[in-house]
Nanobody, 115 residues
């Protein structure tokens, strides 16, 4: 069974940058969307960004202009470049890949924005 592995999280000061990566352990066919979500303790998982088949992207309003989602379709990898980070961006970030047959989730990577 293919698993998704996120990396790139860590501790960064406000205004700093991080780039998250999501690498599957195997090949995934029929990808229709790739996305990032985040979750803080006691809250539901929140949509952050997605990129769909034609390359169209969408973002939650709070990250527009600061975050950029990108992908490498040949490797089934998805990335999230996060700039001008704010303390309210602190969360566990999860990657998500959707096919017509199932959805895949990573185990999450912690992003902490603090001085």
């Amino acid at each position: 069974q293919v698993q998704l592995m996120e990396s790139g999280g860590g501790l960064v000061q406000p205004g700093g940058s991080l780039k998250l990566s999501c690498v599957p352990s195997g090949s995934i066919s029929g990808i229709v969307a790739m996305a990032w979500f985040r979750q803080t303790p006691g809250n539901e998982r929140e949509f952050v960004a997605k990129i769909v088949g034609g390359g169209q992207t969408d973002y939650v309003e709070s990250v527009k202009g600061r975050f950029t989602i990108s992908r490498n379709l040949a490797r089934n990898q998805v990335y999230l470049q996060m700039n001008t980070l704010k303390p309210e961006d602190t969360a566990v970030y999860y990657c998500h890949i959707k096919t017509p047959w199932r959805a895949y989730w990573g185990q999450g990577t912690q992003v902490t924005v603090s001085s």
